[in-house]
Each structure stands twice: as structure tokens, then as C-alpha cells.
């Protein structure tokens, strides 16, 4: 145990473990060794500027408030990196979390269960995602029941687009005007809770409407370009039939000629 003098005051009551190395390339660490877990070893090292805990193959590095046994210990740093044997590392720093090596580096979310990733808070707040893009998985390989989409005119008259204003921003003294739906008024697009609304489904719906809408404009130009067939094959005939009206009536005048000549013969 290592004790100031009751006689001592300001920093002089401070206690203090000295491992002085010697130079460079040496360490200082103290070593725990466990006799009751076959000699396992960890120890606190420190070497040049860095400072390493080691615990056993199968152990972690747990910090717990003093006598709870749980992780319920806090760690303040300025910067937290993880890193693997190959070498990938993840850095949390500030509100950053970053992946420093350079090449394609994936940053994987998994939550436990059905649970989601959540930008916000346990008590409802929400936040926004900014991104220059979002990618949804969307293979094949991922999926199985695969039908083709039906009425998508019919699912479109039924959302009701509203606008609104978010309440956990009204909260924080932000007054934003924004235009959606309803997840409660929305069934057909809503989350399986009733409480989110799927992006996808209405996208869905949307792409299936314009296509329904699109075979409804080819009917329509198809029975135009009929009716416009039909409208030229009468103009034709009536053209037609005037040329034999004139026609006749042209053979009606020689006849009348014809008839005066001989009433004069006789």
C-alpha cells in the first residue's frame, strides 16, 4: 500500500508508482499472474509512447464501477480505435466514427434480434440520415415468394400525401414544414408496428401505377389510330361514292341529249 505522510499537504498527498525503464527499445509493465487459471498471464505494459493492457485469450478489458461486477464503468478518451489482425481498424473520435485505412472499408451495424439501427433516441426523438446515397440490398439471392406487384393505381388512391410538422422539432424550437403520410393511414406501406412507413412499397406502388397508366395510353392511341383508320376508310368511300354520283349524273345529261336529238328526228 502506498500512503502519504498525515503531514502532508496539496500534492504532496499525492501517491505515485514509478516503473523507470532503461532506454530505448526496454518496457515497463506490471504482470498479473493467476496460480487458480493454470498460470494465465495479463499485464499493464508501457512502452515508448504507447501503454497496452493484455488480458488472457478468452478474457476481455472490462470497465466496471467499483464493487458492481458489470460493465457499468465509464471511458473518457479523445480518440478509440479498434483493430484486427488484418489490419482493418475503425476509429471513434469526437463525433466521428471513421475507417483511417485507405481501400474499401465497410463500417457493419448489427443489431440483435429483429431490432433496427436507430438515429435517434430511446424516448421517440428522431434524426435525420445525410448521405450522398443510399443503397438497399435488393438480389435476388436475398429473397424467396417472389411475386409480381398487382393494382398499383388501386394501393396510390388510397395513401393520403399530408403535410405536417414533427413534434420532437417543435420541441427543439425548429418550425419545418414537411410532406409525407401517415404510417396509421397508410396500412399497405406502413411497418409491420403500424409506426414507419416502408419507401420502398410506395415506390412500388408508383412504378406499377405508371406502368398500368402507360398500357391504358396504348389502348387509347391503339383504338385512336383505329377510329383515325376507320375515319380515312369512310372518307375514301365517300369520296368514292361522289365520283359515281357525278359519273351518273354526267351519263343523265347524255341521256337527256340523246333523248332530245331523237324526239327532233322524229
Known amino acids: 500500500m502506498l500512503q502519504p505522510f498525515a503531514s502532508n499537504t496539496g500534492t504532496s498527498k499525492n501517491t505515485a508508482l514509478h516503473l523507470i525503464g532503461g532506454g530505448p527499445g526496454s518496457y515497463q509493465y506490471i504482470q498479473f499472474v493467476s496460480q487458480d487459471l493454470s498460470g494465465v498471464n495479463m499485464r499493464l505494459q508501457a512502452e ?28 473518457i478518451s479523445g480518440g478509440y480505435e479498434t483493430r484486427h489482425p488484418t489490419g482493418i481498424s475503425l476509429r471513434i473520435a469526437g463525433n466521428s466514427i471513421s475507417t483511417p485505412r485507405d481501400g474499401a472499408r465497410d463500417i457493419y451495424i448489427t443489431p440483435q434480434g429483429t431490432g433496427a439501427v436507430v438515429s435517434g433516441a430511446a424516448d421517440g426523438t428522431r434524426y435525420n440520415f445525410v448521405a450522398s446515397d443510399f443503397v438497399k440490398q435488393s438480389s435476388r439471392d436475398t ?56 419507401d420502398s412499397h410506395i415506390t412500388a406502388y408508383l412504378v406499377k401505377g405508371v406502368q398500368e397508366l402507360d398500357q391504358k395510353v396504348i389502348a387509347i392511341d391503339s383504338l385512336a389510330t383505329t377510329a383515325n383508320s376507320t ?34 328526228a322524229v
Not at 509512447?49 to 488480458?55: P, W, Y
Not at 388501386?154 to 403520410?181: A, C, H, M, T, W
Not at 372518307?235 to 357525278?246: H, L, P, R
Open 143 to 198: 429473397k424467396t415468394n417472389i411475386v409480381p406487384l398487382e393494382r398499383g393505381l388501386d394501393n396510390i388512391r388510397q395513401l393520403r400525401p399530408v403535410s405536417y410538422n414533427k413534434i420532437d422539432k417543435l420541441n427543439q424550437g425548429i418550425f419545418e414544414i414537411e410532406k409525407g403520410f401517415i404510417a396509421e393511414d397508410s396500412l399497405m406501406v406502413a411497418t409491420v408496428d403500424g409506426k414507419g412507413i416502408y
Open 48 to 75: 515508448g509512447q504507447n501503454m497496452t493492457a493484455f488480458h488472457g485469450s478468452t478474457g476481455s478489458f472490462i470497465v466496471s464501477k467499483y464493487g458492481d461486477s458489470t460493465a457499468t464503468g465509464t471511458v
Open 231 to 264: 375515319a380515312n376508310d369512310a372518307m375514301n368511300i365517300a369520296i368514292q361514292v361522289d365520283s359515281e354520283v357525278q359519273q351518273m349524273k354526267n351519263k343523265i345529261i347524255v341521256l337527256e341529249k340523246e333523248i332530245k336529238t331523237l324526239k327532233g
